[in-house]
Protein backbone atom coordinates (compact mmCIF):
# COMPACT_ATOMS: atom_id res chain seq x y z
CA UNK A 1 0.00 0.00 0.00
CA UNK A 2 2.94 2.43 0.32
CA UNK A 3 4.20 2.07 -3.29
CA UNK A 4 0.28 1.42 -4.87
CA UNK A 5 -3.68 1.22 -3.30
CA UNK A 6 -4.22 0.50 -7.05
CA UNK A 7 -4.26 -3.35 -6.44
CA UNK A 8 -5.28 -4.94 -3.24
CA UNK A 9 -2.37 -5.80 -1.35
CA UNK A 10 -4.03 -9.40 -0.30
CA UNK A 11 -4.44 -9.73 -4.29
CA UNK A 12 -0.68 -8.96 -4.64
CA UNK A 13 0.22 -11.93 -2.00
CA UNK A 14 -1.74 -14.94 -3.10
CA UNK A 15 -0.63 -14.20 -6.92
CA UNK A 16 3.41 -13.93 -5.80
CA UNK A 17 2.80 -16.95 -3.59
CA UNK A 18 0.88 -18.61 -5.63
CA UNK A 19 3.16 -18.34 -8.21
CA UNK A 20 6.61 -18.86 -6.16
CA UNK A 21 5.05 -22.15 -4.93
CA UNK A 22 4.22 -23.42 -8.86
CA UNK A 23 7.52 -22.05 -9.74
CA UNK A 24 9.32 -23.94 -7.07
CA UNK A 25 7.63 -27.07 -5.74
CA UNK A 26 7.59 -27.17 -2.11
CA UNK A 27 5.64 -29.62 0.65
CA UNK A 28 2.82 -26.49 1.44
CA UNK A 29 -0.84 -26.85 1.86
CA UNK A 30 -2.99 -25.45 -1.23
CA UNK A 31 -6.73 -24.68 -1.09
CA UNK A 32 -7.01 -28.09 -2.99
CA UNK A 33 -5.95 -29.82 0.48
CA UNK A 34 -9.10 -28.70 2.34
CA UNK A 35 -11.46 -29.87 -0.04
CA UNK A 36 -13.07 -30.50 -3.44
CA UNK A 37 -14.00 -27.26 -5.03
CA UNK A 38 -17.21 -27.20 -7.25
CA UNK A 39 -17.30 -27.71 -10.83
CA UNK A 40 -20.24 -25.81 -12.32
CA UNK A 41 -23.72 -23.61 -10.89
CA UNK A 42 -25.85 -24.55 -7.53
CA UNK A 43 -28.83 -26.10 -8.25
CA UNK A 44 -32.06 -25.47 -6.24
CA UNK A 45 -32.61 -28.46 -4.36
CA UNK A 46 -34.88 -29.11 -1.39
CA UNK A 47 -33.45 -31.03 2.01
CA UNK A 48 -33.72 -34.32 1.83
CA UNK A 49 -34.58 -35.18 5.60
CA UNK A 50 -38.04 -36.37 7.09
CA UNK A 51 -40.47 -33.31 7.85
CA UNK A 52 -41.25 -35.05 11.41
CA UNK A 53 -41.12 -33.24 15.51
CA UNK A 54 -38.02 -35.39 16.03
CA UNK A 55 -36.22 -33.63 12.89
CA UNK A 56 -37.32 -30.16 14.06
CA UNK A 57 -35.84 -30.86 18.04
CA UNK A 58 -32.79 -31.69 16.14
CA UNK A 59 -32.28 -28.97 14.11
CA UNK A 60 -33.64 -26.18 16.63
CA UNK A 61 -30.65 -25.75 18.16
CA UNK A 62 -27.69 -25.00 15.86
CA UNK A 63 -30.49 -23.36 14.21
CA UNK A 64 -30.90 -21.18 16.87
CA UNK A 65 -26.94 -20.89 17.82
CA UNK A 66 -26.08 -19.92 13.95
CA UNK A 67 -29.02 -17.55 13.88
CA UNK A 68 -27.87 -15.64 17.19
CA UNK A 69 -24.22 -15.48 15.82
CA UNK A 70 -25.02 -14.49 12.46
CA UNK A 71 -27.45 -11.85 13.94
CA UNK A 72 -24.91 -10.45 16.18
CA UNK A 73 -21.53 -10.42 14.28
CA UNK A 74 -24.28 -8.88 11.10
CA UNK A 75 -25.07 -5.93 13.59
CA UNK A 76 -21.33 -5.60 15.06
CA UNK A 77 -20.13 -5.22 11.04
CA UNK A 78 -22.96 -2.72 10.74
CA UNK A 79 -21.76 -0.11 13.60
CA UNK A 80 -18.22 -0.93 12.43
CA UNK A 81 -19.04 0.48 8.81
CA UNK A 82 -21.55 3.20 10.37
CA UNK A 83 -18.33 4.17 12.47
CA UNK A 84 -15.78 4.56 9.34
CA UNK A 85 -17.94 6.12 6.69
CA UNK A 86 -20.26 8.13 9.15
CA UNK A 87 -23.33 6.76 7.45
CA UNK A 88 -26.24 5.39 9.36
CA UNK A 89 -27.23 1.78 8.57
CA UNK A 90 -31.03 0.54 8.56
CA UNK A 91 -30.33 -2.71 11.11
CA UNK A 92 -33.96 -3.88 11.02
CA UNK A 93 -33.36 -3.95 6.89
CA UNK A 94 -29.62 -5.82 7.48
CA UNK A 95 -31.38 -8.46 9.58
CA UNK A 96 -34.47 -9.43 7.37
CA UNK A 97 -31.92 -9.44 4.41
CA UNK A 98 -29.73 -11.84 6.20
CA UNK A 99 -32.45 -14.31 7.47
CA UNK A 100 -33.79 -14.23 3.39
CA UNK A 101 -31.04 -14.70 1.97
CA UNK A 102 -29.52 -18.00 4.33
CA UNK A 103 -33.07 -19.20 3.57
CA UNK A 104 -32.12 -19.16 -0.20
CA UNK A 105 -28.70 -20.53 0.67
CA UNK A 106 -30.01 -23.47 2.24
CA UNK A 107 -32.15 -24.19 -0.83
CA UNK A 108 -29.07 -24.32 -3.40
CA UNK A 109 -27.04 -26.45 -0.95
CA UNK A 110 -25.20 -23.62 0.45
CA UNK A 111 -24.14 -22.61 4.30
CA UNK A 112 -25.51 -19.48 6.05
CA UNK A 113 -23.63 -17.01 6.45
CA UNK A 114 -23.57 -13.75 7.77
CA UNK A 115 -21.72 -9.78 7.63
CA UNK A 116 -17.78 -10.26 8.72
CA UNK A 117 -16.07 -7.71 10.27
CA UNK A 118 -12.90 -8.41 8.71
CA UNK A 119 -13.85 -9.21 5.24
CA UNK A 120 -16.09 -5.86 5.67
CA UNK A 121 -12.84 -4.01 6.85
CA UNK A 122 -10.94 -5.18 4.01
CA UNK A 123 -13.29 -3.97 1.53
CA UNK A 124 -13.59 -0.73 2.93
CA UNK A 125 -9.80 -0.10 3.32
CA UNK A 126 -9.28 -1.45 -0.56
CA UNK A 127 -11.91 1.18 -1.86
CA UNK A 128 -15.57 -0.69 -1.85
CA UNK A 129 -17.80 1.62 -0.18
CA UNK A 130 -20.91 1.43 -2.61
CA UNK A 131 -23.45 -1.49 -2.71
CA UNK A 132 -22.31 -2.81 -5.32
CA UNK A 133 -19.04 -3.56 -3.94
CA UNK A 134 -20.55 -6.61 -1.78
CA UNK A 135 -22.51 -8.42 -4.95
CA UNK A 136 -19.67 -7.49 -6.81
CA UNK A 137 -17.65 -9.88 -3.90
CA UNK A 138 -19.16 -12.60 -4.20
CA UNK A 139 -20.28 -12.78 -7.90
CA UNK A 140 -16.63 -12.90 -8.49
CA UNK A 141 -16.15 -15.34 -5.96
CA UNK A 142 -18.41 -17.47 -7.58
CA UNK A 143 -16.73 -17.15 -11.00
CA UNK A 144 -13.45 -17.75 -9.02
CA UNK A 145 -14.66 -21.18 -8.02
CA UNK A 146 -16.63 -21.99 -11.28
CA UNK A 147 -14.56 -21.23 -13.50
CA UNK A 148 -11.04 -20.53 -12.07
CA UNK A 149 -11.10 -23.32 -9.92
CA UNK A 150 -7.99 -24.84 -11.28
CA UNK A 151 -6.40 -22.02 -10.52
CA UNK A 152 -7.52 -21.29 -6.87
CA UNK A 153 -7.27 -24.93 -6.10
CA UNK A 154 -3.10 -24.19 -6.29
CA UNK A 155 -3.21 -20.90 -3.99
CA UNK A 156 -1.23 -21.87 -0.72
CA UNK A 157 -2.96 -22.00 2.53
CA UNK A 158 -0.18 -19.71 3.79
CA UNK A 159 -1.22 -16.93 1.56
CA UNK A 160 -5.17 -16.78 3.32
CA UNK A 161 -3.14 -17.34 6.82
CA UNK A 162 -0.69 -14.03 6.09
CA UNK A 163 -3.88 -12.35 4.72
CA UNK A 164 -6.08 -12.92 7.92
CA UNK A 165 -3.26 -12.24 10.25
CA UNK A 166 -3.10 -8.74 8.61
CA UNK A 167 -6.82 -8.45 8.83
CA UNK A 168 -7.08 -9.69 12.42
CA UNK A 169 -4.17 -6.77 13.18
CA UNK A 170 -5.83 -3.87 11.70
CA UNK A 171 -9.05 -4.61 12.50
CA UNK A 172 -8.07 -5.62 16.42
CA UNK A 173 -8.48 -2.26 18.67
CA UNK A 174 -5.81 -1.81 20.59
CA UNK A 175 -6.37 0.91 22.44
CA UNK A 176 -8.96 -1.33 23.99
CA UNK A 177 -5.70 -2.65 26.01
CA UNK A 178 -5.38 0.62 27.85
CA UNK A 179 -9.06 1.19 28.29
CA UNK A 180 -9.11 -1.65 30.58
CA UNK A 181 -6.97 -0.02 33.11
CA UNK A 182 -9.07 3.19 32.89
CA UNK A 183 -12.14 1.85 32.26
CA UNK A 184 -14.38 0.48 35.53
CA UNK A 185 -13.02 -2.57 36.70
CA UNK A 186 -16.73 -4.44 36.15
CA UNK A 187 -17.04 -3.06 32.37
CA UNK A 188 -13.39 -4.70 32.29
CA UNK A 189 -14.43 -7.44 33.96
CA UNK A 190 -16.96 -8.30 31.46
CA UNK A 191 -14.88 -7.54 28.38
CA UNK A 192 -12.30 -10.14 29.62
CA UNK A 193 -14.67 -12.96 30.33
CA UNK A 194 -16.37 -12.77 26.88
CA UNK A 195 -13.09 -12.60 25.57
CA UNK A 196 -11.74 -15.45 27.14
CA UNK A 197 -14.95 -17.60 26.74
CA UNK A 198 -14.43 -16.99 22.82
CA UNK A 199 -11.52 -18.22 22.72
CA UNK A 200 -11.43 -21.17 25.18
CA UNK A 201 -15.20 -22.54 23.75
CA UNK A 202 -14.18 -21.22 19.54
CA UNK A 203 -18.38 -20.29 20.46
CA UNK A 204 -19.19 -16.43 19.67
CA UNK A 205 -22.60 -17.00 20.91
CA UNK A 206 -21.10 -18.62 24.21
CA UNK A 207 -19.05 -15.76 24.71
CA UNK A 208 -21.69 -13.08 23.57
CA UNK A 209 -24.17 -15.31 26.28
CA UNK A 210 -21.82 -14.97 28.85
CA UNK A 211 -20.88 -11.41 28.82
CA UNK A 212 -24.98 -10.09 28.14
CA UNK A 213 -25.38 -12.09 31.42
CA UNK A 214 -22.31 -10.49 33.90
CA UNK A 215 -23.50 -7.42 32.14
CA UNK A 216 -27.09 -7.57 33.42
CA UNK A 217 -26.24 -8.64 36.76
CA UNK A 218 -23.65 -5.83 37.22
CA UNK A 219 -26.32 -3.35 35.90
CA UNK A 220 -28.66 -4.83 38.12
CA UNK A 221 -26.03 -4.73 41.57
CA UNK A 222 -25.00 -0.73 40.27
CA UNK A 223 -29.00 0.37 40.07
CA UNK A 224 -29.47 -1.38 43.39
CA UNK A 225 -27.10 0.57 45.12
CA UNK A 226 -29.14 3.78 44.24
CA UNK A 227 -32.14 2.92 45.61
CA UNK A 228 -32.65 4.94 48.87
CA UNK A 229 -35.20 4.93 51.46
CA UNK A 230 -35.64 7.98 54.20
CA UNK A 231 -38.33 7.89 57.27
CA UNK A 232 -39.69 10.60 58.85
CA UNK A 233 -41.92 10.77 62.09
CA UNK A 234 -44.78 12.71 62.31
CA UNK A 235 -45.34 15.10 65.43
CA UNK A 236 -47.66 13.06 67.34
CA UNK A 237 -45.42 9.84 66.84
CA UNK A 238 -48.00 8.00 65.60
CA UNK A 239 -47.07 7.90 61.79
CA UNK A 240 -43.72 6.75 60.02
CA UNK A 241 -43.50 7.74 56.62
CA UNK A 242 -41.30 5.72 54.22
CA UNK A 243 -40.13 8.01 51.08
CA UNK A 244 -38.94 5.37 48.57
CA UNK A 245 -36.54 7.29 45.84
CA UNK A 246 -34.97 4.81 43.02
CA UNK A 247 -35.48 1.92 40.77
CA UNK A 248 -37.68 -0.80 42.52
CA UNK A 249 -37.01 -4.55 40.95
CA UNK A 250 -36.18 -8.03 41.71
CA UNK A 251 -32.28 -6.92 43.22
CA UNK A 252 -32.61 -4.08 45.47
CA UNK A 253 -36.01 -5.41 47.03
CA UNK A 254 -33.75 -6.26 49.87
CA UNK A 255 -32.78 -2.85 50.51
CA UNK A 256 -36.45 -1.84 50.83
CA UNK A 257 -36.94 -4.52 53.42
CA UNK A 258 -34.17 -4.01 55.59
CA UNK A 259 -35.10 -0.11 55.41
CA UNK A 260 -38.33 -0.99 57.03
CA UNK A 261 -38.79 -0.76 61.16
CA UNK A 262 -41.19 -3.50 61.90
CA UNK A 263 -40.91 -2.92 66.18
CA UNK A 264 -41.58 0.78 65.71
CA UNK A 265 -44.07 2.63 68.58
CA UNK A 266 -45.96 4.09 65.27
CA UNK A 267 -49.48 2.80 64.40
CA UNK A 268 -49.85 3.87 61.27
CA UNK A 269 -47.18 3.76 58.11
CA UNK A 270 -47.16 5.56 54.83
CA UNK A 271 -44.80 4.15 52.10
CA UNK A 272 -44.82 7.11 49.45
CA UNK A 273 -44.13 5.85 46.07
CA UNK A 274 -43.87 9.46 44.65
CA UNK A 275 -40.08 9.39 43.73
CA UNK A 276 -39.69 5.28 42.92
CA UNK A 277 -40.60 3.25 40.25
CA UNK A 278 -41.86 -0.33 40.05
CA UNK A 279 -40.47 -2.61 36.93
CA UNK A 280 -41.60 -6.17 38.37
CA UNK A 281 -43.78 -8.40 40.34
CA UNK A 282 -41.18 -9.12 42.82
CA UNK A 283 -41.07 -5.76 43.76
CA UNK A 284 -45.07 -5.87 44.22
CA UNK A 285 -44.65 -8.68 46.45
CA UNK A 286 -42.22 -6.92 48.26
CA UNK A 287 -44.39 -4.50 49.47
CA UNK A 288 -47.36 -6.70 50.08
CA UNK A 289 -45.20 -8.97 52.28
CA UNK A 290 -43.93 -5.49 54.02
CA UNK A 291 -47.20 -4.45 54.51
CA UNK A 292 -48.85 -7.75 55.73
CA UNK A 293 -45.96 -8.01 58.10
CA UNK A 294 -46.83 -4.62 59.34
CA UNK A 295 -50.37 -5.35 59.84
CA UNK A 296 -49.39 -8.24 61.87
CA UNK A 297 -47.99 -5.64 64.37
CA UNK A 298 -51.16 -3.68 64.71
CA UNK A 299 -50.46 -1.59 62.12
CA UNK A 300 -51.99 0.46 59.82
CA UNK A 301 -50.47 0.52 56.05
CA UNK A 302 -50.77 2.90 53.37
CA UNK A 303 -49.02 3.66 49.55
CA UNK A 304 -49.03 7.32 48.23
CA UNK A 305 -48.51 8.63 44.80
CA UNK A 306 -48.11 4.91 42.71
CA UNK A 307 -47.70 5.89 39.49
CA UNK A 308 -49.75 3.74 36.85
CA UNK A 309 -47.57 0.93 36.55
CA UNK A 310 -47.03 0.69 40.25
CA UNK A 311 -50.68 0.51 40.13
CA UNK A 312 -51.13 -2.46 37.92
CA UNK A 313 -48.45 -4.56 39.92
CA UNK A 314 -49.68 -3.92 42.98
CA UNK A 315 -53.29 -4.72 41.81
CA UNK A 316 -52.10 -7.96 40.18
CA UNK A 317 -50.82 -9.82 43.05
CA UNK A 318 -53.73 -8.41 45.47
Known amino acids: PRITTLVPSPLICIVVLTAITMAYPMPVHVVADLGALPTGLPSLILPDVPLTLDTFKIVLPYAFAMAMVGVLESLMTADVVDELTDTHSNKRMECVGLGFSNIMVGLFGGIAGCGMIGQTVGNLRYGGKGRLSTFTAGAFLLLLLVVLHKFVAQVPVAA ?5 IMVSVSTFSWSSLRELVRHPRLSST ?31 FQVMKLLQVKNSLSPDGQTRTYHVMGQLFFASTTVLTDAIEFQDTASHVVIDLSQAKLWDISAAETLEKIAARLKTRGKTVTFTHADQQASALLSAIS
Not at 160 to 164: D, G, N, T
Open 160 to 164: LVAIM
Open 190 to 220: VMLVTVTVVVLTHDLAAGVGCGVLLSGLFFS
